[in-house]
């Protein structure tokens, strides 16, 4: 091994690739603007459509009632709402999405109000329509707010306290610390980014420096120099490893602006650098801002190292076999699932750490992530996940270069 | 120098069985001589100078290189091998002077080196008005000088052509029937591989003809013509592999 020959090959292969667009784009620009677009883009998307879902008046359809004229004519004066004439076809009239709920009212409502019966009424939705469950919520708020008032009414009529019927009160307050709140919120879809990342910053590189110089007729040229195999193969190992650790710190890196922009919005326009840590203290108590461990992020970037290597080698390797770019990614694509995979496995809640599924590549590291930035650190598994992601990235290199000295492979056409 | 000696090159494959794309050759260039590999598509010229060159193993036999076992000391021989054909591409986002840098680099020059051997090679060549564009905007013409220049960095004693002429336009392809020539001249040892006779007559001192693998025939154009009583090389060519053809 010459470090020199190893190091020219890499810096060789480092010029060409950042006068790659497509290089570029898949380890710096996706990098960069997957988190943006995620929060701002995806973010202002669907509250927009939220929002405008809740500015709209539901419509909703009265069903009975003729005998509850009291009931009838609040619902009707109710501004959150909008009363429509009823229909026969009132069902296949929410399906349609011409009205978005309908109320039930039993006959003699308001006169078993009266009575001190307990009358049932029906609210009819679509389930999983988000206007249609905005009507409904809406009538579920006016017939609470109605049952509270009877019950008011038929307290103070028997001259009994408002309290009989709500002899206690109670509250959530969170206790957990912020960076806690952020590793539970965001420890599972952080290693989850970082997997993918890291993997489709590997997988064009190394397409291009392997199949696509067979492909370009270059790996000949290259191989026609003094220079030992295992070095040529290392200083292109490099460079993919390049591409996987930039991707993954331009989405960190743009994960962590975009966290304090989110947050200094969230805070009504506040200075940005306020945003992180002091954050959590200036707001009121029990509306925590999520923040994340930087401790444990620190502690992410050193487990994923070895998984990166892991990435680099095995993305290499199975290039090196195709005899062209389009094998190469028709090889490579499918992988993506399979990474995947143990990807989400790991982001499900439930799924703990024990000492089997820390021998597991990927879950493991999705695992012990989702710990680590949540400000848990179990050592005897982080040494064992470790250490076991470096015995695979290892085996993964050592077959690069064993595929790089096949002369079938080098020369497969 | 280059000396082969029975060297055989095997391949298998699945379907054909063991293919034997080198079969038992033995040959001997000496400085200031051009070799002509003479043979048609898929005798065997590329495999043989692929061993050559070390790219590839050998099966058997052996063969060195400037005194380099190319089996047991592949680098070495690498050092002293200019190695041009048609499937040794440029990088194309590389500009020209970086290309021959780079290969000035792998064979170990010193940075001052490259830069003065790159300007020698180049005034020669006449490369200066593309030396710092990149090579995916080359003419065929640029690019073949640039992959000479790229072979001619590390002032290699040997040099293998394997079918560099191939695809070429005349101008060009006359240019690097020059080039051949003046590595000759310098004293270099050439080998040189094609399928187009009048390449051969012209250019070189010792004509192998490969067939299957085999080296059929061996001798000057001069000996040759006389073995068997044809001057036409194409003539000769057709003698000697349509005999074999006809076993």
């Given amino acids: 091994m010459n470090w020199t020959n190893i190091l020219t090959v890499y810096l060789k292969e480092l010029k060409d690739s950042l006068r790659d667009r497509r290089t570029l784009l898949s380890t710096i620009i996706i990098p960069t603007l997957v988190m943006p677009l995620l929060t701002f883009g995806v973010g202002k998307v669907a509250s927009g459509v939220i929002g405008k879902a809740r500015s709209e008046t539901p419509t909703v359809m009265i069903l009975g009632g003729e005998d509850s004229p009291g009931v009838v004519a609040r619902l009707k004066e109710s501004k959150k709402i909008k009363v429509v004439p009823t229909s026969l076809d009132w069902k296949e009239d929410i399906t349609e999405k011409k009205v978005r709920a309908a109320v039930q ?157 989110a947050g200094s919005l969230l805070m009504g326009g506040g200075s940005m650098a306020k945003a992180g840590a002091a954050a959590a203290a200036s707001v009121p108590a029990g509306s925590v801002i999520p923040l994340i461990d930087p401790l444990g992020l620190v502690g992410v970037l050193a487990m994923v190292f070895p998984v990166a290597v892991l990435f680099a080698a095995l993305a290499l390797t199975i290039s090196l076999f195709a005899k062209s770019s389009k094998e190469a990614q028709s090889y490579l694509a499918p992988l993506m699932i399979v990474i995947i995979m143990p990807a989400v496995i790991g982001m499900l809640p439930g799924i703990d750490l024990n000492a089997r599924l820390a021998l597991v590549p990927l879950l493991n590291l999705s695992l012990v992530c989702k710990e680590m930035l949540s400000g848990v650190w179990h050592w005897n598994y982080i040494a064992i996940i470790f250490g076991s992601s470096c015995v695979y990235a290892a085996v993964a290199l050592w077959l690069a270069v064993k595929m790089f000295n096949r002369e079938d492979v080098i020369f497969r056409a | 120098m280059i000396e082969a000696l029975h060297l055989t090159k095997t391949f298998r494959d699945k379907k054909r069985g063991d293919i034997r794309a080198a079969d038992d050759i033995s040959f001997r260039v000496s400085p200031g001589q051009i070799y002509g590999l003479l043979g048609a598509n898929g005798a065997g010229k590329t495999p043989t100078l692929r061993l050559l060159a070390t790219l ?192």
């Fill in chain 2, 56 to 247: 590839l193993n050998p099966t058997g036999g052996s063969a060195t290189v400037s005194g380099f076992d190319v089996a047991r000391e592949p680098e070495k021989v690498r050092t002293q091998v200019g190695f041009l054909a048609a499937s040794t591409a440029l990088y194309g986002r590389l500009t020209a002077r970086e290309m021959i840098a780079y290969f000035g680099k792998l064979n170990g020059l010193a940075d001052a080196e490259i830069r003065a051997r790159t300007q020698r090679i180049a005034d020669e060549l006449a490369m200066h008005d593309f030396l710092d564009r990149r090579c995916d905007t080359f003419s065929t013409g640029m690019k073949q000088k640039t992959s000479i220049a790229r072979t001619l960095i590390h002032d290699p004693a040997v040099m293998i052509f394997d079918e560099p002429t191939l695809g070429l336009d005349v101008m060009t392809a006359r240019a690097i029937v020059k080039f051949v020539r003046e590595c000759r001249n310098r004293g270099k040892t050439v080998i040189y591989s094609t399928h187009v006779m009048s390449e051969v007559e012209k250019l070189c001192d010792t004509i192998g003809i490969i067939h299957g693998g085999k080296l059929m025939a061996e001798g000057t154009l001069a000996g040759l013509r006389t073995i068997y009583g044809e001057q036409d090389m194409e003539e000769i060519f057709v003698k000697i592999v349509g005999a074999e053809d006809a076993k």
């Fill in chain 1, 105 to 261: 009212l039993p006959e003699k409502f308001e006169a078993g109000l009266t009575a001190g019966a307990s009358p049932t009424v029906v609210i009819y939705h679509y389930e999983g329509e988000m206007k249609s469950s905005f009507g409904a919520g809406e009538l579920e708020k006016f017939f609470r707010e109605l049952r509270e008032k009877t019950t008011t009414e038929r307290l103070a009529e028997r001259s009994l306290p408002a309290t009989l019927a709500k002899p206690f009160d109670f509250k959530r307050e969170n206790v957990a610390p912020p960076e806690k709140v952020g590793g539970n919120l965001f420890g599972g879809l952080v290693p989850y980014l970082i997997i993918i990342l890291c993997f489709t910053g590997a997988m064009y590189p190394a397409m291009d420096l392997t199949a696509g110089e067979k492909e370009r007729g270059t790996m000949e040229t290259l191989l026609c120099s003094p220079v030992a195999r295992v070095d040529i193969v290392l200083g292109k190992f490099l460079m993919v490893l390049t591409g996987s650790l930039s991707a993954m710190g331009f989405m960190l890196s743009s994960m962590g602006v975009t966290a304090l922009v």
